[in-house]
């Protein structure tokens, strides 16, 4: 796998997005990335729903390899996840999971966050070790460890996190792949003519509309 390889993905995915129109939250890092300018009014389809189209880029680059454990979840929809009591809602919700795969007989789950600011709380519950979230899935795969962290593609390496831990950067995430690939190339790809192309298009679509 290399950085060409990459961007194809990333390219097969962009293509199957479909129009989203609901607001987004205004702080993105997805705009830098593509090297274009934030339009005064963001879209979802674009800015939180490019954080979904990024977190399939890498379910697919998981999937080339044949670790991933996703299909052995719960599925709703097209979604993968477990069931587990949520506190808040003081009730059984379905948590859809991003990234669960396996390396060297250990189990790793992701949660891919763009935006570290943002929505804090549900990604913490989501990768703590000691949490429902987390004791589902050892249930369901019965299995006693399971490695989880936060992933964070706009940083290349692993840093500590006042209030989520342990946040993975992109360039180790390639790594424990073991995939000769880092930031350097996935900045590569947000900044290729040919995806910001394909992401102005579909911005003129839906401003314009």
């Known amino acids: 796998m290399d950085k060409h390889q990459l961007l194809k993905l990333f390219i097969s995915v962009l293509t199957d997005k479909k129009k989203n129109k609901k607001p987004a939250k205004p702080s993105s890092k997805i705009w830098p990335w593509l090297g274009l300018p934030a339009p005064e009014i963001q879209y979802q389809s674009i800015s939180v729903t490019m954080g979904y189209l990024v ?14 454990l996703l299909s052995k979840l719960h599925k709703k929809g097209k979604a993968f996840g477990v069931y587990a009591f949520n506190p808040q809602e003081e009730k059984v919700v379905f948590n859809q999971l991003d990234h669960l795969f396996l390396i ?8 891919s966050k763009l935006n570290l600011d943002l929505d804090n709380g549900k990604s913490r ?25 936060i992933l964070h593609p706009f940083s290349g390496h692993s840093f500590q996190h006042s209030q989520l831990g342990l946040v993975e950067g992109i360039s180790d995430f390639y790594s424990l792949l073991d995939l000769n690939l880092t930031i350097d190339d996935f900045i ?9 192309n394909l992401v102005n298009q579909i911005w003129k679509i839906e401003t314009n509309s």
């Open 104 to 111: 060297n007989d250990i189990v790793y789950l992701r949660e």
């Open 125 to 149: 519950d989501t990768v703590s070790r000691d949490g429902p979230i987390v004791k589902e899935i050892k249930k369901l795969l019965n299995i006693n460890f399971i490695d989880a962290a």
């Open 55 to 68: 977190e399939d880029l890498h379910n697919k680059l998981i999937d080339t390899l044949n670790v991933s």
């Open 188 to 196: 590569w790809i947000g900044s290729h003519p040919e995806v910001k």
